[in-house]
DNA sequence: CATAAAGTTAAAGTTAACTTTAAATATTAT
DNA sequence: ATAATATTTAAAGTTAACTTTAACTTTATG
């Protein structure tokens, strides 16, 4: 099957998907149990997954490269089928947003620390070694 | 029990130590038997914990948050019992350390990534909500 | 000093996030 | 048309990271 037009694809079996994403097609089953993708189905009742689906999958690997639980992440993105008409509902959202935000700015804050940590390690050890290369 | 000079604490039982990093007393144990960290006993078999136990707990909790394994933790600070004599052992350490600190930059760009994310979709709904107030 | 509170170990239990398996159906290639 | 390959579901199995439990021992307190 040679590529529409230099590598444009606009709809995936599961384990295309997969491939392209370096996940196994039972770990999209499963998000997909926990609710957090709900592909179309060809006529045979097998998956078929849009861009749209992509992206949503990109965003929770996204999220769990740092420790979001499915969960999270869920209630993160997972109002893919949210009405979208309350306003009230809207505004809620707003607040779980502000509190995601500002939870991955101390996340940052927090690499940046580890970074330090990692680095005067390094640094101790760099000593060290011209502490032998001296003592030889 | 007064605090001896302004909350200046330099040991700690188990269960000090976990309510200060808030955690259980059962997971500090477990992190031992993992080999992530090793307190001194007292004369009665009990752990005692000293500030460097206390800053190795921080360190391993920091790690932790964002999605590292204990295992890699172990492989990044566990190096504590390591005799620090063979220059190749440091050779060694060093290239892990330029990894993992590659790999704490890489998971910065999505934490960026994952603010952008945020950020766009709370517009989306702001939009969605002068949409509404604006038809009322 | 007696007893309550905290600590110890080893082993079993729990939860989240998958993976594997099995048996059936669908799609693709020859 | 048929053989090979891919998918589907439901259910059981796996692994990491804890937590709980049970049966004791040590330390702190009235």
Redesign the interface.
Known sequence: MANRELNQKNSYTISELADELEISPSSIRFYEDKGLIRPQRTPGNQRLYMKKHRARLK?IL??????FTLDEIGE??GMEDMQ??E?EQ??R??MF??K??EE??Y??A??????K???S??QK??R??KE??HKK
Chains 1, 2 share one sequence.
Not at 110 to 115: A, G, I, K, R, V
Request: glycine share 4%; net charge positive.
């Open positions: 965003m996204r999220g769990k490269r740092f420790g993160m993105i979208m008409n306003v809207i505004n959202s707003q947003f502000d995601k935000i991955i700015r996340r940052r927090e690499l940046d620390y580890m970074e940590d990692l680095l390690f390094k050890l760099e060290r070694r032998l290369n």
